[in-house]
């Protein structure tokens, strides 16, 4: 069966576009579709750990850093995004050391977890009160949130090079090895793109968390804009969409990439209005970092809107071979 909507996008693009831009387009798109987009990725790994560094490292202070272990993400952050950077430049770099940081700041997600759980049931009422203390107390998926950027970093160690697009040796080499196993293992299909279903389930977990974060974020203001319910309604629009693209690769290329769309933009929008929000406080930039730590969140619109991109990157790739 074709891959319809790369195939689709590649038609448009040569039809509307320029020849230079049709040409850098529908390079990307095979780049993306056949796994070759190893040095993209550790880009957007630095980029997003800068961003969920910043993060949490705000969130924490608030907290004044209470306990010793508020201060590893902070660090990992920057080391991921260190990694990142290494993994541009160098095959092995992104191979080893953005790996095993990338595993490292993955259980460093699941352990703030953890604690985020115990702060929650350690306010007064405990779990007996979930609501209130769930949103009063630390924002309980803001550490698996904060693992997003690490499981990219994860997924871009075993992608193969931008430029191992066109190496017909290594193809050659890796198919025998394929045949020789006489299967072909997971790490052979995040190699080659064939890992649909997998980023869709994964989609649908983040959704779930970015969605729930916000929901219970904007309740703590009452909702007092309109438009704070939008990531809240589009949360199971693309739940939904990833969790039928791990089943239909029809969903996967028309829902999922919808929805994605409007994830990715309505995160765009919201990190506009958490700007504004922080600008229109007492002293407004002229006191950035008070009013960054005690404005809106600024980056978590972001969050939301990597959730979309998480969509957008499922659409466009192959599914698993069994």
């Known amino acids: 069966m074709s891959f319809v909507l790369t195939s ?3 038609r448009s693009t040569r039809h509307s576009l320029p020849a230079p831009l049709a040409a850098v387009a529908t390079s990307a798109l095979e780049h993306l579709r056949e796994g070759c987009f190893q040095r993209s990725l550790c880009f957007v790994v630095a980029v997003t750990s800068v961003a969920s560094g910043l993060e949490v490292g705000y969130e924490h202070y608030k907290g004044s850093y209470s306990n010793p272990v508020m201060y590893t993400p902070v660090a990992l952050s920057g080391v991921l995004a260190g990694s990142g950077l290494l993994g541009i430049f160098s095959r092995w770099g992104a191979r080893t050391i953005l790996r095993w940081i990338s595993v490292a700041t993955l259980a460093d997600g699941i352990v703030g977890f953890f604690f985020h759980v115990r702060g929650v ?3 007064p009422g405990g779990w007996n009160l979930p609501i ?3 949103v009063m107390g630390p924002p309980i998926f803001a550490p698996l949130l904060f693992g997003t950027s690490a499981y990219l970093g994860l997924i871009a160690s075993y992608l193969r090079r931008e430029e191992d697009l066109r190496e017909l040796g290594g193809r050659i080499r890796e198919l025998a090895g394929e045949l020789t196993r006489g299967r072909t293992d ?3 299909n995040l190699r080659y793109g064939r890992f649909q279903r997998h980023l ?9 968390f970015s969605g729930f974060e916000a929901l219970y974020s904007h309740y703590k203001t009452n909702f007092r804009y309109k438009a ?3 990531p809240v309604l589009l949360t199971p629009l693309l739940m939904a969409s990833a969790g039928g693209a791990i089943k239909s690769r029809c969903i996967a290329n028309t829902a999922l990439p919808i929805a994605s769309a409007l994830a990715l933009a309505d995160g765009a929008i919201g990190f506009y209005f958490h700007a504004r929000g922080i600008a229109q406080r007492p002293g407004g930039i002229k006191k950035p970092l008070y009013n960054i730590l005690y404005g809106p969140p600024i980056f978590a619109p972001l969050l939301f809107a990597a959730c979309g991109f998480l969509g957008l990157m499922t659409s466009l790739l192959h599914r698993e071979h069994k």
């Open 8 to 10: 689709a996008l590649e």
């Open 121 to 123: 049931a350690r306010k």
């Open 132 to 134: 209130t203390n769930i």
């Open 186 to 188: 997971w790490r052979t």
């Open 200 to 208: 869709a389930a994964l989609t649908v977990l983040w959704a779930f």
């Open 228 to 230: 704070q319910w939008t």
